[in-house]
Protein backbone atom coordinates (compact mmCIF):
# COMPACT_ATOMS: atom_id res chain seq x y z
CA UNK A 1 0.00 0.00 0.00
CA UNK A 2 2.78 2.48 0.91
CA UNK A 3 4.36 1.94 -2.89
CA UNK A 4 1.50 2.68 -3.94
CA UNK A 5 0.27 5.36 -2.23
CA UNK A 6 4.16 6.75 -3.28
CA UNK A 7 3.59 6.57 -6.91
CA UNK A 8 0.53 8.44 -6.76
CA UNK A 9 1.76 11.17 -4.82
CA UNK A 10 4.91 11.35 -7.36
CA UNK A 11 3.33 11.36 -10.22
CA UNK A 12 0.37 13.63 -9.27
CA UNK A 13 2.80 16.16 -7.88
CA UNK A 14 4.70 16.25 -10.90
CA UNK A 15 1.70 16.36 -13.16
CA UNK A 16 0.75 19.62 -11.62
CA UNK A 17 4.23 21.19 -11.91
CA UNK A 18 4.19 21.06 -15.50
CA UNK A 19 4.93 24.46 -17.03
CA UNK A 20 1.71 25.58 -19.20
CA UNK A 21 0.15 27.21 -16.27
CA UNK A 22 3.19 29.07 -15.39
CA UNK A 23 3.98 29.97 -19.14
CA UNK A 24 0.48 31.12 -20.08
CA UNK A 25 -0.03 33.34 -17.26
CA UNK A 26 3.75 34.85 -18.54
CA UNK A 27 2.14 35.52 -21.26
CA UNK A 28 -1.13 36.95 -20.38
CA UNK A 29 0.26 40.16 -20.69
CA UNK A 30 3.26 40.04 -23.57
CA UNK A 31 2.98 42.61 -26.27
CA UNK A 32 6.34 43.33 -27.76
CA UNK A 33 5.92 45.85 -30.63
CA UNK A 34 8.32 44.02 -33.34
CA UNK A 35 9.78 40.69 -34.34
CA UNK A 36 9.85 38.15 -31.26
CA UNK A 37 12.57 35.35 -31.00
CA UNK A 38 12.27 32.36 -28.80
CA UNK A 39 14.98 30.68 -27.44
CA UNK A 40 14.18 27.97 -24.78
CA UNK A 41 16.88 26.49 -22.45
CA UNK A 42 16.74 23.66 -20.48
CA UNK A 43 15.04 20.05 -19.75
CA UNK A 44 11.71 21.57 -19.50
CA UNK A 45 12.19 23.59 -22.52
CA UNK A 46 10.37 21.73 -25.09
CA UNK A 47 7.19 21.96 -22.71
CA UNK A 48 7.45 25.38 -22.59
CA UNK A 49 8.20 26.66 -25.94
CA UNK A 50 5.22 24.40 -27.19
CA UNK A 51 3.22 26.02 -24.69
CA UNK A 52 4.66 29.45 -26.12
CA UNK A 53 3.95 28.25 -29.50
CA UNK A 54 0.51 27.43 -28.85
CA UNK A 55 -0.45 30.67 -27.66
CA UNK A 56 1.56 33.06 -29.74
CA UNK A 57 1.63 30.89 -33.05
CA UNK A 58 2.86 32.70 -36.28
CA UNK A 59 3.98 35.70 -34.29
CA UNK A 60 7.20 33.65 -33.55
CA UNK A 61 9.42 34.84 -36.27
CA UNK A 62 11.92 31.67 -35.18
CA UNK A 63 12.54 29.61 -32.25
CA UNK A 64 15.50 27.78 -30.78
CA UNK A 65 15.25 24.96 -28.10
CA UNK A 66 18.14 23.62 -25.94
CA UNK A 67 17.44 20.53 -23.81
CA UNK A 68 18.59 17.51 -22.77
CA UNK A 69 18.78 13.83 -24.88
CA UNK A 70 15.53 12.10 -24.95
CA UNK A 71 13.69 15.01 -23.41
CA UNK A 72 12.11 16.31 -26.90
CA UNK A 73 9.11 15.04 -28.14
CA UNK A 74 9.32 16.32 -31.73
CA UNK A 75 8.70 19.30 -34.01
CA UNK A 76 7.26 22.87 -33.63
CA UNK A 77 6.64 24.40 -36.68
CA UNK A 78 9.73 26.37 -38.01
CA UNK A 79 11.78 26.29 -34.34
CA UNK A 80 15.29 24.23 -34.69
CA UNK A 81 15.38 21.68 -32.04
CA UNK A 82 18.79 20.46 -30.14
CA UNK A 83 19.28 17.77 -27.69
CA UNK A 84 22.52 18.28 -25.79
CA UNK A 85 24.42 16.64 -22.94
CA UNK A 86 23.57 16.97 -18.99
CA UNK A 87 25.46 17.51 -16.41
CA UNK A 88 28.21 17.88 -18.40
CA UNK A 89 28.49 19.91 -21.35
CA UNK A 90 29.06 18.53 -25.21
CA UNK A 91 29.88 19.07 -28.60
CA UNK A 92 26.26 19.70 -28.88
CA UNK A 93 26.12 21.85 -26.47
CA UNK A 94 28.21 24.74 -27.82
CA UNK A 95 27.00 23.67 -31.35
CA UNK A 96 23.14 24.70 -30.35
CA UNK A 97 24.46 27.59 -28.30
CA UNK A 98 26.31 29.05 -31.08
CA UNK A 99 22.73 28.86 -33.25
CA UNK A 100 21.40 30.61 -30.73
CA UNK A 101 23.86 33.09 -30.76
CA UNK A 102 23.46 33.83 -34.24
CA UNK A 103 20.32 33.72 -34.30
CA UNK A 104 20.56 37.06 -32.16
CA UNK A 105 23.32 38.60 -33.22
CA UNK A 106 21.80 41.30 -35.03
CA UNK A 107 18.32 42.55 -33.46
CA UNK A 108 17.07 46.16 -32.60
CA UNK A 109 15.45 47.42 -30.22
CA UNK A 110 11.95 46.84 -31.22
CA UNK A 111 12.58 42.82 -31.12
CA UNK A 112 11.93 40.65 -28.38
CA UNK A 113 13.94 37.52 -26.72
CA UNK A 114 11.19 35.48 -25.32
CA UNK A 115 14.01 33.44 -23.55
CA UNK A 116 12.09 30.19 -21.51
CA UNK A 117 14.77 28.85 -18.61
CA UNK A 118 14.45 25.65 -16.87
CA UNK A 119 16.79 23.70 -14.44
CA UNK A 120 19.26 21.89 -16.53
CA UNK A 121 20.07 24.60 -18.86
CA UNK A 122 23.48 25.55 -17.04
CA UNK A 123 25.15 22.47 -18.83
CA UNK A 124 22.74 23.18 -21.87
CA UNK A 125 23.29 26.69 -23.11
CA UNK A 126 27.31 27.48 -23.10
CA UNK A 127 29.83 29.11 -25.37
CA UNK A 128 33.15 29.27 -23.52
CA UNK A 129 37.09 30.68 -24.94
CA UNK A 130 38.29 27.69 -23.86
CA UNK A 131 38.72 24.07 -24.75
CA UNK A 132 35.73 21.54 -25.08
CA UNK A 133 37.98 19.06 -23.19
CA UNK A 134 39.15 22.06 -20.18
CA UNK A 135 35.24 22.75 -20.18
CA UNK A 136 34.14 19.14 -19.44
CA UNK A 137 37.09 18.64 -16.97
CA UNK A 138 36.18 21.69 -14.88
CA UNK A 139 32.44 20.48 -14.68
CA UNK A 140 33.29 17.26 -13.84
CA UNK A 141 35.89 18.30 -11.20
CA UNK A 142 33.17 20.85 -9.39
CA UNK A 143 30.13 18.37 -9.29
CA UNK A 144 32.21 15.25 -8.11
CA UNK A 145 33.55 17.34 -5.26
CA UNK A 146 30.29 18.03 -3.12
CA UNK A 147 30.18 21.37 -4.19
CA UNK A 148 26.79 23.21 -3.90
CA UNK A 149 24.60 24.25 -7.64
CA UNK A 150 25.34 28.29 -6.23
CA UNK A 151 28.81 27.85 -6.05
CA UNK A 152 29.30 25.42 -9.42
CA UNK A 153 27.29 27.92 -10.98
CA UNK A 154 29.67 30.81 -9.67
CA UNK A 155 32.38 28.97 -11.56
CA UNK A 156 29.70 28.86 -14.79
CA UNK A 157 29.34 31.95 -14.98
CA UNK A 158 32.88 33.92 -14.53
CA UNK A 159 34.35 31.51 -17.35
CA UNK A 160 31.10 31.26 -20.03
CA UNK A 161 30.12 33.85 -22.45
CA UNK A 162 26.41 33.21 -21.92
CA UNK A 163 25.40 33.03 -18.44
CA UNK A 164 26.03 36.04 -15.49
CA UNK A 165 23.75 38.05 -17.77
CA UNK A 166 26.08 37.59 -20.38
CA UNK A 167 23.78 36.51 -23.18
CA UNK A 168 21.22 39.59 -22.49
CA UNK A 169 24.10 42.00 -23.23
CA UNK A 170 24.33 40.03 -26.19
CA UNK A 171 21.09 41.24 -27.47
CA UNK A 172 20.93 44.31 -26.63
CA UNK A 173 19.48 46.42 -28.02
CA UNK A 174 16.23 44.21 -28.40
CA UNK A 175 14.33 43.04 -25.00
CA UNK A 176 14.51 40.27 -23.11
CA UNK A 177 11.55 38.84 -21.29
CA UNK A 178 12.70 35.99 -19.32
CA UNK A 179 10.45 33.26 -17.93
CA UNK A 180 11.57 30.85 -15.41
CA UNK A 181 11.19 27.41 -13.66
CA UNK A 182 12.66 27.56 -10.46
CA UNK A 183 15.06 24.41 -9.76
CA UNK A 184 17.17 26.48 -7.27
CA UNK A 185 16.61 26.76 -3.52
CA UNK A 186 15.57 30.17 -2.76
CA UNK A 187 14.09 30.69 -6.52
CA UNK A 188 17.62 33.41 -7.03
CA UNK A 189 17.35 34.43 -10.35
CA UNK A 190 20.71 35.01 -10.95
CA UNK A 191 21.59 31.25 -9.81
CA UNK A 192 18.95 29.61 -12.30
CA UNK A 193 20.46 28.15 -14.97
CA UNK A 194 23.55 30.29 -14.01
CA UNK A 195 21.32 33.49 -14.61
CA UNK A 196 21.78 34.41 -18.64
CA UNK A 197 19.77 37.15 -18.60
CA UNK A 198 20.55 38.34 -15.25
CA UNK A 199 22.97 40.90 -13.61
CA UNK A 200 24.98 38.55 -11.76
CA UNK A 201 26.25 39.43 -7.50
CA UNK A 202 29.09 37.45 -7.76
CA UNK A 203 32.87 38.33 -7.93
CA UNK A 204 36.37 36.92 -8.79
CA UNK A 205 36.94 36.32 -5.15
CA UNK A 206 34.26 34.41 -5.05
CA UNK A 207 36.08 31.97 -7.64
CA UNK A 208 39.58 31.96 -6.07
CA UNK A 209 37.51 31.07 -3.02
CA UNK A 210 35.33 28.12 -4.28
CA UNK A 211 38.45 26.54 -6.01
CA UNK A 212 40.38 26.62 -2.99
CA UNK A 213 37.86 25.27 -1.10
CA UNK A 214 37.49 22.20 -3.09
CA UNK A 215 40.82 21.65 -3.51
CA UNK A 216 40.58 22.48 -7.84
CA UNK A 217 43.66 23.65 -9.21
CA UNK A 218 42.98 25.17 -13.05
CA UNK A 219 45.78 25.98 -15.65
CA UNK A 220 47.02 29.57 -16.38
CA UNK A 221 44.52 29.41 -19.46
CA UNK A 222 41.19 28.61 -17.34
CA UNK A 223 42.53 31.11 -14.65
CA UNK A 224 43.05 34.09 -16.96
CA UNK A 225 39.21 33.12 -17.80
CA UNK A 226 38.07 32.96 -14.56
CA UNK A 227 39.23 36.56 -13.84
CA UNK A 228 36.47 38.11 -15.61
CA UNK A 229 33.85 39.79 -13.75
CA UNK A 230 30.13 39.51 -14.69
CA UNK A 231 27.83 41.88 -15.76
CA UNK A 232 26.28 43.82 -12.81
CA UNK A 233 23.50 45.81 -14.49
CA UNK A 234 21.45 44.66 -17.23
CA UNK A 235 18.85 47.12 -18.99
CA UNK A 236 17.51 44.96 -21.52
CA UNK A 237 15.92 42.16 -18.80
CA UNK A 238 12.38 41.58 -17.36
CA UNK A 239 11.63 38.28 -15.88
CA UNK A 240 8.51 35.80 -14.81
CA UNK A 241 9.20 32.86 -12.25
CA UNK A 242 7.24 30.30 -12.50
CA UNK A 243 6.81 26.86 -10.91
CA UNK A 244 9.48 26.04 -7.85
CA UNK A 245 10.15 23.04 -5.21
CA UNK A 246 7.60 24.99 -3.02
CA UNK A 247 4.81 24.24 -5.50
CA UNK A 248 6.20 20.81 -6.01
CA UNK A 249 6.22 20.55 -2.29
CA UNK A 250 2.26 21.61 -1.83
CA UNK A 251 1.57 19.61 -4.62
CA UNK A 252 2.94 16.28 -2.81
CA UNK A 253 0.96 17.01 0.17
CA UNK A 254 -2.21 18.04 -1.44
CA UNK A 255 -2.29 14.61 -3.16
CA UNK A 256 -0.76 12.92 0.58
CA UNK A 257 -3.98 14.52 2.35
CA UNK A 258 -6.22 13.40 -0.34
CA UNK A 259 -4.85 9.91 0.70
CA UNK A 260 -5.54 10.29 3.80
CA UNK A 261 -2.35 11.45 6.01
CA UNK A 262 -1.51 13.85 7.91
CA UNK A 263 0.73 15.97 6.66
CA UNK A 264 3.80 18.04 7.44
CA UNK A 265 6.13 20.07 5.15
CA UNK A 266 9.43 19.65 6.75
CA UNK A 267 11.79 22.00 4.50
CA UNK A 268 11.56 23.19 1.16
CA UNK A 269 15.26 24.17 1.20
CA UNK A 270 17.24 20.48 1.67
CA UNK A 271 20.64 21.06 0.46
CA UNK A 272 23.07 18.79 3.03
CA UNK A 273 25.02 15.98 1.45
CA UNK A 274 21.92 13.15 -0.04
CA UNK A 275 23.37 10.30 2.47
CA UNK A 276 23.10 12.71 5.29
CA UNK A 277 19.75 13.60 4.18
CA UNK A 278 18.45 10.12 3.49
CA UNK A 279 19.96 9.35 7.71
CA UNK A 280 17.97 12.46 8.44
CA UNK A 281 14.40 11.46 7.29
CA UNK A 282 15.20 7.76 8.41
CA UNK A 283 15.46 9.41 11.95
CA UNK A 284 11.81 11.64 11.60
CA UNK A 285 10.12 7.74 10.52
CA UNK A 286 11.71 6.09 13.32
CA UNK A 287 10.36 8.69 15.79
CA UNK A 288 7.10 9.05 14.59
CA UNK A 289 6.46 4.91 13.48
CA UNK A 290 4.32 4.36 16.54
CA UNK A 291 1.51 6.66 15.11
CA UNK A 292 -1.98 5.82 15.68
CA UNK A 293 -2.79 8.04 12.11
CA UNK A 294 -1.53 7.85 9.01
CA UNK A 295 1.35 10.39 8.53
CA UNK A 296 3.34 11.96 5.31
CA UNK A 297 6.18 14.58 6.24
CA UNK A 298 7.86 16.44 2.99
CA UNK A 299 11.07 17.88 1.96
CA UNK A 300 12.12 19.15 -1.19
CA UNK A 301 15.21 20.82 -2.17
CA UNK A 302 18.69 19.72 -3.78
CA UNK A 303 21.06 17.29 -2.11
CA UNK A 304 24.59 16.58 -3.28
CA UNK A 305 26.36 13.83 -3.78
CA UNK A 306 30.41 13.87 -2.79
CA UNK A 307 31.89 10.99 -4.74
CA UNK A 308 34.45 8.55 -2.92
CA UNK A 309 33.45 5.66 -5.62
CA UNK A 310 33.21 4.57 -9.07
CA UNK A 311 29.38 3.32 -8.93
CA UNK A 312 26.41 4.79 -10.81
CA UNK A 313 23.47 6.91 -8.78
CA UNK A 314 21.87 9.70 -8.32
CA UNK A 315 21.39 12.12 -5.44
CA UNK A 316 17.67 10.77 -5.02
CA UNK A 317 18.61 7.32 -4.90
CA UNK A 318 21.82 7.96 -2.83
CA UNK A 319 19.05 9.48 0.04
CA UNK A 320 16.52 6.10 -0.62
CA UNK A 321 19.14 3.97 0.17
CA UNK A 322 20.90 5.61 2.88
CA UNK A 323 17.47 5.62 4.79
CA UNK A 324 16.54 1.88 3.96
CA UNK A 325 19.78 0.84 5.61
CA UNK A 326 18.11 3.30 8.80
CA UNK A 327 14.70 1.56 8.47
CA UNK A 328 15.62 -1.61 8.59
CA UNK A 329 12.95 -4.29 9.80
CA UNK A 330 10.60 -1.30 10.15
CA UNK A 331 7.46 -2.39 8.22
CA UNK A 332 5.14 0.30 8.27
CA UNK A 333 7.46 3.14 7.21
CA UNK A 334 8.45 4.11 3.32
CA UNK A 335 10.65 6.79 1.65
CA UNK A 336 11.11 7.85 -1.56
CA UNK A 337 12.63 10.90 -3.31
CA UNK A 338 12.66 11.94 -7.45
CA UNK A 339 13.35 14.71 -9.15
CA UNK A 340 10.76 16.40 -11.00
CA UNK A 341 12.37 16.29 -14.34
CA UNK A 342 12.73 12.52 -14.47
CA UNK A 343 16.46 11.76 -14.29
CA UNK A 344 18.25 11.52 -11.46
CA UNK A 345 21.89 12.34 -11.92
CA UNK A 346 23.37 10.26 -15.05
CA UNK A 347 21.01 7.88 -15.03
CA UNK A 348 17.52 6.75 -16.46
CA UNK A 349 15.63 6.72 -13.10
CA UNK A 350 13.81 9.23 -11.34
CA UNK A 351 14.86 8.41 -8.23
CA UNK A 352 14.50 5.80 -5.04
CA UNK A 353 12.00 3.70 -2.97
CA UNK A 354 12.71 2.52 0.28
CA UNK A 355 11.00 0.41 3.38
CA UNK A 356 11.70 -1.48 6.10
CA UNK A 357 12.35 -4.44 3.47
CA UNK A 358 15.21 -2.90 1.31
CA UNK A 359 18.26 -4.22 3.27
CA UNK A 360 16.34 -7.59 3.81
CA UNK A 361 16.13 -8.02 -0.14
CA UNK A 362 19.83 -6.80 -0.61
CA UNK A 363 21.33 -9.18 1.60
CA UNK A 364 18.73 -11.91 0.24
CA UNK A 365 20.44 -11.63 -2.65
CA UNK A 366 23.78 -11.23 -1.45
CA UNK A 367 24.46 -7.51 -1.84
CA UNK A 368 25.77 -5.29 0.85
CA UNK A 369 23.72 -2.07 1.18
CA UNK A 370 26.69 -0.22 3.32
CA UNK A 371 29.19 -0.86 0.51
CA UNK A 372 27.18 -0.08 -2.31
CA UNK A 373 26.36 3.22 -0.42
CA UNK A 374 30.08 3.92 0.04
CA UNK A 375 30.22 3.11 -3.44
CA UNK A 376 28.17 5.36 -5.14
CA UNK A 377 26.28 2.80 -6.18
CA UNK A 378 22.97 3.86 -5.36
CA UNK A 379 21.12 2.55 -8.96
CA UNK A 380 22.07 -1.03 -9.12
CA UNK A 381 21.76 -1.65 -5.32
CA UNK A 382 18.03 -0.63 -5.69
CA UNK A 383 17.75 -2.26 -8.97
CA UNK A 384 18.16 -5.20 -7.15
CA UNK A 385 15.46 -4.68 -5.13
CA UNK A 386 12.59 -3.01 -7.48
CA UNK A 387 13.36 0.45 -5.60
CA UNK A 388 14.07 1.95 -8.25
CA UNK A 389 11.32 5.01 -9.67
CA UNK A 390 10.91 5.03 -13.44
CA UNK A 391 9.07 8.22 -14.53
CA UNK A 392 10.75 8.80 -17.97
CA UNK A 393 11.19 12.61 -19.03
CA UNK A 394 8.48 14.65 -17.52
CA UNK A 395 8.32 18.09 -19.37
CA UNK A 396 9.67 20.16 -15.85
CA UNK A 397 12.26 20.53 -13.69
CA UNK A 398 11.41 22.20 -10.14
CA UNK A 399 14.09 20.53 -8.22
CA UNK A 400 13.78 16.86 -5.77
CA UNK A 401 10.96 16.22 -3.53
CA UNK A 402 11.47 13.62 -0.59
CA UNK A 403 8.60 12.05 1.39
CA UNK A 404 7.99 10.16 4.49
CA UNK A 405 5.11 7.87 4.07
CA UNK A 406 4.30 6.06 8.05
CA UNK A 407 0.71 4.13 8.73
CA UNK A 408 -0.10 2.92 11.72
CA UNK A 409 1.40 -0.42 12.49
CA UNK A 410 -1.72 -2.21 12.89
CA UNK A 411 -3.26 -0.93 9.32
Not at 44 to 55: L, N, P, R
Not at 315 to 324: D, F, G, K, M, V
Not at 333 to 360: E, H, L, Q, R
Request: include cysteine; aromatic fraction near 6%.
Amino acid sequence: MLREDAKEIYTYAINQSLPKQAVSKALESFEPDGKIYLVAIGKASWQMAKYAYDILKERITKGIVITKYGHSLGDISNFDIYEAAHPVPDENTLRATNAVLNLTNELDERDTVLFLVSGGGSALFESVDCSLDQLQGITSELLASGASIDEINVIRKHLSNVKGGRFAEHCMPARVYTVLLSDVLGDRLDTIASGPSVPDASTVDDVKNILEKYGISIETEMRKLLSRETPKRINNSTYYIGGSVRELCKYAMEKARALGYKTELLTDNMSCEASKAGCYLADIAKKNKDTNIPLAFVAGGETVVKLKGNGKGGRNQEIALSAAIELQGIDNVAIFSVGSDGTDGPTDAAGGYADGNTVKALTQKSVDAHEMLLNNDSYNALMECDGLIFTGPTGTNVNDVSVILIRPANI
